[in-house]
Each structure stands twice: as C-alpha cells, then as structure tokens.
C-alpha cells in the first residue's frame, strides 16, 4: 500500500487511487491501474458535474504519461459513461486528463512548454509522439490557459503586423503588447475584416483606451485602426522605419553609382575624340 501510495506521487496524479502496477517487458512500457477517487466519479466530462452512471461504455483505456527515465508510462482506468442532463450520454471525467484527451495533464503541460522553448520537431523526438498530436496538446492547453487568463488586459500600445508562412503563399495577422512584448492575438489572414475581428474580440471599450497603435504603411491596417481606434496616435514601426532608410539609402546609391558610370564614360569618350598636339606629333629635328 505505502508502494502505491509513492507512485501516485510519481505519477503526479490527485483524486486518484493506483490499485496496481505491471511493467510489460515485450512493450517496455509501465501500466499503472488507477480509478478516480470517490468525490471524483461519476462526473460529466465536460460541465464536470456529478450525474448517474450510464454503462461501462469503452471499456478499459489508456492515458499516457510523462516517461519513467527511458521507460513509457500509461495509466489504464475504466472509461465508462455517465448521463448528464445538460449534455447527454458522454464519458465520464477523470481527473488525470482533460476529456477526449489520450495524455495526462502532466504530459500535455510539459509538451506545451516545449513548444515554446524549442522546435516542434525536436518535441516530437523527445517525447515520442507525433507532429499532429504536438500541435493537438497546445490546443487544449491554449483552451484552458485562455479561460484563466484575459489576454487583452491592460492593452494600451500594441503593434500590428502581418506574416508569411508557407514560402509567402499566406499570411497571418499578429498584434502585440509593446508594453511586454508579447504575442496577445494572431489569426489568418491579411485585409481588413481579418483586422476588425481582433477589434470586434478586444471591444469598444477597450478599444478607446489604446493609445498608440504601430504599423506599417498598409492602407488596410490604417484604415481599420483610423475608425477602430479613433483616440490611437498612429506611429510607424522602428523595423519599418530602418527598412524604408535602406531602401532609400540604396536608391541613392544606385542613382550615384549610375551617375558616376556615366560621368566616367563620357570623360572617356571626350579624350579620345580629342587631336593630338601637334608638338607631339612632329619628330624633333636633329
């Protein structure tokens, strides 16, 4: 009992009881058995909210979990179903995981800190599971961490761009907190109605309180910002500023490079056109 009790620390389980643990040597995976405690059954998955319990339904599943050393680790409960009236027969909640989730709240939570701190390849290798599930894991996480968090808060100067992915054949639309230099909201898209619904999410309200807003010299983006934003004063980006320079500073450079080459050919044509002096010409008496 003491044993189990240890693992159930491992495992970083709460409202949970492991019943038994089997290491299968021809998979090299560790199965721990676990069930919910009692306060944690017979709950809807998605309100959370206790209701009577339907059938058995699946049967037994698996959850994986953080990785014992180099030893894969899945946690195996019965799924069955309960029926709730607010969203019908559905599976019931287990407090290891998120609903229709394969990993547990642990493993979801180290992969989407990895998204952030390396590339996704490289969290694919390291927890041995697939590219799509990566992308998968950051969703549910995002959906969660969104429900805690107000990403609009506090917004008074923000920066909008947009860019390209997939070798320039799309866009995304980003705005950021010059504040803290955070990524606060991003969609698909690059025109104005893909614009207006960040506006249309951050609301009127707080709209009126952004004072500044940069940008580059997109038409779209100035006029959603002169009619979103009317008390915003309107600044050019320092990444656009330093890139207009250059490009201006290399049209001079081109015009001075071409004048140069003209001026060059023309002093040449002009000395040899010229006439031989004369004195040059004659041989010297003797």
């Not at 919910?36 to 059954?41: H, L, M, Q």
Request: include cysteine; proline fraction near 3%; aromatic fraction near 6%.
């Amino acid at each position: 009992m003491r044993s189990l009790t240890l693992w159930r620390t491992l495992l970083g389980v709460d409202k949970t009881v492991v019943e038994d643990l089997n290491l299968d040597p021809v998979a090299g995976v560790l199965v721990a058995s676990v069930r919910p405690t009692g306060s944690a059954r017979h709950r809807c998955g998605v309100c959370l909210k206790r209701c009577p319990r339907y059938d058995r339904g699946a049967g037994r599943r698996r959850w994986r979990a953080l990785d014992a050393g180099t030893i894969q680790v899945y946690l195996e409960a019965d799924s069955s179903r309960v029926s709730c009236r607010e969203h019908g027969v559905i599976v019931a909640a287990v407090p290891w995981a998120r609903h229709q989730a394969g990993h547990t709240h642990h493993f979801d939570s180290q992969v989407a800190w990895l998204a952030t701190q390396t590339s996704k390849a490289a969290v694919t290798v390291l927890m041995r599971i697939a590219w799509r599930t990566v992308g998968a894991i950051i969703t549910r996480v995002w959906a969660d961490t969104e429900k805690l968090h107000d990403p609009f808060a506090g917004l008074t100067r923000i920066g909008i761009d947009e860019i390209s992915y997939k070798r320039g054949r799309k866009f995304l639309t980003v705005v950021v907190d010059h504040d803290s230099g955070r990524l606060v909201w991003a969609a698909p898209g690059q025109d104005k109605a893909t614009l207006g619904t960040f506006f249309d999410a951050l609301g009127a309200e707080r709209s009126a309180l952004i004072t500044h807003v940069s940008a580059d010299g997109a038409a779209w983006i100035a006029s959603v910002v002169a009619a979103r934003c009317p008390n915003a004063v309107r600044c050019a980006d320092p990444f656009h500023v330093v890139k207009w320079a250059t490009e201006a500073l290399d049209e001079v450079r081109k015009a001075a490079w071409t004048e140069a080459r003209k001026q060059a050919r023309l002093n040449e044509s002009r000395t040899v056109g010229r006439p031989v002096h004369d004195a040059q010409a004659r041989p010297h008496s003797e």
